[in-house]
């Protein structure tokens, strides 16, 4: 089945500067890859997704890459904030067979003032 | 703006006795899941639910676990003789389309105590 890792597992950077967070899968058919916040104490929200028939997708100061012959995404933060501070979860999907998605061991954030 | 809502947003229960978590997915959506967190761990997957099936569970979806959607709106989750291990938060999702990869949303969790 599908394996995916995440890494860092915690990132502290300054406000202002940018975050990366690197996730690899194992399943060559999965094609659908969401990246997920998660504040204390909170369900995981959906901050952005892409599909695996594009490389690149951005929304303002969050973007997600995808090599597909490595298999890996990337989660690119930003002009980080104070509130960008969470658990960041990536997950993949392989759309071809299942419907579960299985996540990363998430990164936790920390937007240092 | 469309949510997937959870009830109760804490349950404690005595270890051996039967818990029913509930959900109340978006309401077009046609798939259905339940996820589980233990404390400062990943989520897991634990069960899938599609045209009043499961279509897929996991490991530790074991006999212990059923899953129901007993009307049009409502989703649970039942443990039948809950244990201390089964002690996590439960998260509940929903996702739309009937093929392909689509988006799934979470609700806000239920988190199980088990004593």
């Known amino acids: 089945g599908e394996n995916v890792e995440q890494h860092p597992s915690t990132l502290s950077v300054q406000e202002g500067d940018s975050a990366v967070i690197k996730c690899t899968y194992s399943?060559?058919?999965?094609?659908?890859f969401p990246w997920y916040k998660q504040e204390l104490g909170k369900g995981p929200q959906l901050i952005i997704d892409?599909?695996?028939?594009?490389g690149e997708k951005k929304d303002q100061r969050i973007a997600v890459t995808l090599n597909k012959t490595a298999k890996h995404f990337s989660l690119h933060i930003t002009e980080t904030q104070p509130e960008d501070s969470a658990v960041y979860f990536c997950?993949?999907?392989?759309?071809?067979?299942?419907?579960?998605?299985?996540f990363g061991p998430g990164t936790r954030l920390s937007v240092l003032p | 703006e469309p949510e997937v809502t959870q009830t109760p947003s804490h349950q404690v229960t005595q270890m051996g006795q039967e818990v029913i978590l509930r959900c109340v997915p978006i309401?077009?959506?046609?798939?259905f899941y339940w996820y589980r967190q233990i404390l400062g761990q990943k989520v897991e997957f634990l069960v899938s639910?599609?045209?009043?099936?499961?279509?897929?569970k996991s490991e530790i979806f074991d006999d212990q676990f059923s899953v129901e959607r007993p009307d049009g709106s409502n989703f649970t989750l039942k443990i039948r003789s809950t244990k201390l291990e089964d002690s996590a938060m439960y998260f509940c999702?929903?996702?739309?389309?009937?093929?392909?990869?689509?988006?799934?949303?979470f609700g806000q969790g239920t988190r199980l105590t088990v004593v």
């Open positions: 999702a929903s996702s739309g389309r009937t093929g392909g990869a689509t988006e799934a949303f």
């Open positions: 892409i599909r695996s028939n594009v």
């Open positions: 309401s077009n959506h046609l798939y």
């Open positions: 997950a993949a999907r392989d759309g071809n067979y299942g419907q579960n998605f299985v």
């Open positions: 399943d060559s058919a999965s094609n659908y």
């Open positions: 639910f599609y045209n009043n099936e499961i279509s897929e």
